[in-house]
């Protein structure tokens, strides 16, 4: 095992990165689909070696909180014993794969893609050429069916294609230029364009490190030359977010969707979900990128049991407030963080809320990084020394329209913006 890892990687279990309260410990999770028993392994883990909780992050990995130093190495041993670490840490790095959540269940769904998720996989592990691209740097992998991943940041990004036969739509990050592969070419490519990717970047003076930003200094041609063949069409526009909770029905297949508040899950709660999956569902859960599992296989009867014995930490309901708003762990959680982003953001929730009746509409984020959400929002909150810089309809290192505000304030600020008003700087 490794020390921490340098500036701007991102953590894994192998190098773990250190936070304000202790280790982080990531954990790639192949197609974010977890059995039961693999579930309650996790869950056992985070609560004999870390803090109790755990983050289910917007790459549907699972995050343990709260590991020492004393704790690591037993933590390692026990999850290499249940086969849930890689052989390296380059290898667990470079694995930044996303795929649909419902892979292989969902009859809407063009086809299986989990032959191409682990395909994948294998070939960013044994291809030493592609354990160099930057940390952040993903695939996803979209099977074309309703949960779709086009509201989800990639590099490279597959399109599973209704056309009957097994093919890929390929795109580079939010491009609408667009190549078509047959399914089973899909490693090649990725690897192709993944290469092809080091070789333009190399042309900047400061190399970018993704996908779109390269496009956005360069131009897309260039990298399409570079890796051997050129798009063919434009694809269809990028979408936003599903809903995914509650329970689903799609033909032959039933799933209950549960949220959690910025994606924390308690060790418990986890365990009870592995319980319930077996009990009431096909005894697998999905990880989403949207701070939710999915219990496939379940009923009505059977979500109505769940969601009834549901601790308070489980949402089952798309419109609950709680939902309206995304947080970084921020204090203490995080040494640059001022406030208790994921505190005040509860606090804040119900006047979120009132901005919009569905999705995201207030971020709080315990510095201008704005880890929890590089994207704009309707209103950012930044913390600084304390207190916070509003920004609207912006990223959290956009210039803030009000500065220097309490809870009191931020609650009188988003009042306003929720009025037809408005607020005025
Ligand atoms: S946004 Fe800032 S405070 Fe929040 S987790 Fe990232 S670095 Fe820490």
């Not at 580079?172 to 078509?180: C, P, Q, Y």
């Not at 930003?213 to 599903?242: C, D, M, N, Q, Y």
């Not at 201008?368 to 950012?380: M, N």
Request: aromatic share 4%; glycine share 10%.
């Amino acid at each position: 095992m490794t020390a921490a890892p340098p500036k701007g990687w991102c953590p894994g279990a192998l190098r773990p990165m250190i936070s304000g309260d202790g280790y982080l410990v990531r954990l790639r999770i192949t197609g974010g689909m977890v059995s039961a028993s693999a579930a309650r392994a996790i869950a056992r883990c985070a609560q004999d070696f870390g803090n109790g909780l755990l983050d289910l992050s917007a790459r549907a990995n699972l995050q343990m909180r709260g590991v020492t130093e004393a704790t690591l190495p037993v933590l390692v041993e026990t999850l290499q014993a249940n086969g849930l670490v890689d052989e390296s840490p380059e290898a667990e790095a470079v694995r930044n794969v996303i795929a649909s959540p419902l892979a292989g269940l969902a009859p809407d769904a063009a086809f299986d893609i989990r032959g191409s998720v682990y395909a994948l996989e294998q070939r960013l592990v044994s291809d030493a050429t592609l354990h160099d691209l930057p940390s952040k740097f993903g695939f996803a992998i979209d099977d074309g069916g309703g949960l779709s991943l086009s509201g989800v940041s990639a590099d490279i990004r597959f399109l599973a294609l209704h056309d009957g036969a097994p093919r890929f739509e390929v795109r580079l990050a939010d491009g609408d230029e667009a190549a078509v592969i047959e399914a089973a070419a899909l490693p090649d490519v990725a690897g192709a364009l993944a290469r092809a990717f080091f070789e333009e970047a190399r042309q900047c003076d400061l190399p970018p490190r993704r996908m779109a930003k390269l496009v956005a200094t360069r131009g897309a041609e260039g990298i399409w030359r570079a890796a051997g063949f050129s798009p063919a069409r434009r694809g269809a526009p990028l979408g936003s977010s599903p809903q995914p909770l509650g329970l689903n029905s799609l033909g032959a297949c039933n799933w209950l969707g549960l949220g959690f508040a910025f994606g924390r899950v308690s060790a418990q709660s986890l365990a009870w979900l592995a319980d319930k999956a077996e009990h009431h569902g096909s005894g697998e859960l999905r990880l989403t990128p949207w701070r939710a599992i999915l219990l496939p296989g379940v009923d009505a009867s059977g979500a109505e049991k769940i969601i009834s014995q549901a601790s308070a930490d489980v949402i089952a309901d798309p419109s609950d407030a709680r939902l309206a708003v995304i947080a970084c762990s921020g204090h203490p959680s995080c040494a640059s963080a001022t406030t208790l982003t994921q505190q005040d953001a509860l606090a804040l929730a119900p006047l979120a809320r009132s901005l919009a009746p569905s999705g995201v509409t207030l971020h709080v984020s315990g510095c201008a990084k704005g880890c929890a959400r590089p994207a704009p929002a309707r209103v950012t909150l930044v913390a600084r020394d304390g207190l916070y810089d509003l920004i609207s309809a912006g990223r959290a290192s956009d210039a803030p329209m009000l500065q220097n505000l309490d809870l009191n304030a931020c609650r009188t600020a988003l009042r306003s913006m929720a009025s037809p008003e408005g607020i005025h700087p």
